[in-house]
């Protein structure tokens, strides 16, 4: 809850006038208490799990013809809508813990190693460092807990049923994957405090990337091509096609540890390789065309 009654002494304790945003979120939470605010977590994981999935399920289940040129796959068949509802369940299944004790934990962890809900609000370049030392805090860990996942033992015992999926489904991204995500997306945070307001928009972020990464569609348009060293839906593709034995591809958001460590030349290999088929092919075709051409003169 803020220390201030009116936005008039919000202003005069900032010794400034509030921003739009900073009078929005005035009238939001000035008199809402500290738990119930950051209790929003579990709104934002329920909102970013259960709906943003949806245009990629109907995209899945409709496949337009426009589309299928740009699946990832495309002769893997698609999960079914049994099988996505079952993602959709295990994936959203978590929310009572979360909004039961996890919230709680996480409430009182999170205040305590300094995390701010009042004012004045973070500057754009504020969130955007904190965003940027998040992504890269979480690459590191999670990279090493995948390829700790893709020991005999991990695999086996935890890994193994989100390589279940072949082929990605929004749905699909964070099943049998909770756990790890309880580990590595709270990491960034906790190192670096922020306000909670930029908290949530990391947990967006964190859960768009994963859905982007699992949607099964490499779209030439789409505006995360233009993010240098992203992972999207191409690189991490390859990883679920390369099924559990693989030993490649493991980072989530950034290229940065597969590039650093290796474990991108099976990929590279085999992007080469469609290369060099594509290639082939088109070579092939002009001389067809060639000699048709040769035969009607
Ligand atoms: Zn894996
Ligand atoms: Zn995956």
């Known amino acids: 809850m803020m220390p201030y009654g009116t936005a008039a002494e919000a202003e005069a304790a900032l010794g400034r006038s509030l921003t739009w945003a900073e009078s929005w979120w005035f009238r939001y939470s000035a008199r809402m208490p500290d738990l119930w605010l950051m209790w929003h977590v579990a709104l934002v994981f329920f909102v970013m799990y259960a709906l943003v999935p949806l245009p990629l399920l109907l995209l899945q289940q ?61 500057s754009a370049r504020e969130t955007m460092t904190q965003l940027v030392v998040y992504s890269l805090v979480e690459d590191y860990i999670d990279y090493w807990l995948h390829r700790f ?39 960034g945070p906790a190192i670096v405090p922020c306000h909670v307001t930029t908290h949530w928009l990391w947990f967006s972020i964190r859960i768009m990337v994963n859905m982007d990464t699992h949607s099964g569609y490499d779209f030439p348009f789409s505006l995360s091509k233009l993010i240098p060293f992203y992972v999207g839906a191409k690189f991490h593709d390859y990883h679920h096609y390369a099924g559990g034995q693989s030993q490649s591809n493991f980072s989530s958001i950034f290229t940065y540890c597969d590039n650093l460590y290796g474990t991108n030349k099976g990929y590279m290999y085999h992007k080469g390789s469609l290369l060099k088929l594509k290639m082939k092919e088109a070579e092939h075709n002009n001389v067809k065309t060639r000699d048709s051409s040769g035969k009607e003169d």
Do not use: C, N
């Open 62 to 122: 409709l496949a337009p013809a426009f589309a299928l040129k740009y699946k990832l796959q495309p002769q893997v068949k698609q999960a079914s809508p049994i099988a996505i509802l079952r993602y959709m369940r295990d994936s959203t299944g978590l929310v009572p813990f979360i909004i039961g004790p996890f919230a709680a934990i996480y409430s009182a962890a999170f205040k305590m190693l300094g995390m701010r809900m009042g004012l004045p609000l973070p």
């Open 149 to 187: 996942l893709h020991t005999k033992w991990g695999y086996d015992k935890i890994h193994y049923a989100h390589h279940e999926i072949r082929t990605a489904t929004g749905f699909g991204a964070s099943y049998a994957e909770l756990t790890v995500y309880a580990i590595t997306i709270f990491a």
